[in-house]
């Protein structure tokens, strides 16, 4: 059974910083890509950031400059910093693993974690 367990969120004054931790649990043998996503209340969940297995990096425009995603494959871990916070980061962040292949399987699946808040106020 495949988990994501998030940690690291909280209240952070504007301009603050947070670090965001993702450990994906199981008999994992390999996960193509690992990201970020959030979701303010009454918008979309929207993707923050996304990181592959080779490294390659993907941000959306306004945490660019702002937001760093990393990734420890041995440990199935995918971290967000988060530097000069501002309110409109205020969100519930959500861990997604894309294409996670189960040992002794041959079909990849998405998981998500359930989330963690994060609140940007003075």
């Known amino acids: 059974q495949v988990q994501l367990v998030e940690s690291g969120g909280g209240l952070v004054q504007p301009g603050g910083s947070l670090r965001l931790s993702c450990v994906v649990s199981g008999n994992i043998f390999s996960i193509y890509a690992m990201g970020w996503y959030r979701q303010a209340p009454g918008k979309q969940r929207e993707l923050v950031a996304t990181?592959?297995?080779?490294?390659?990096?993907n941000y959306t425009d306004s945490v660019k400059g702002r937001f760093t995603i990393s990734r420890d494959n041995a440990k199935n871990t995918v971290y967000l910093q988060m530097n000069s916070l501002k309110p409109e980061d205020t969100a519930v962040y959500y861990c997604?693993?894309?294409?996670?292949?189960?040992?002794?399987?041959?079909?990849?699946?998405?998981?998500w974690g359930q989330g963690t808040q994060v609140t940007v106020s003075s």
């Open positions: 997604n693993a894309d294409s996670v292949l189960v040992a002794y399987t041959v079909r990849p699946h998405d998981y």
């Open positions: 990181i592959t297995n080779g490294g390659s990096t």
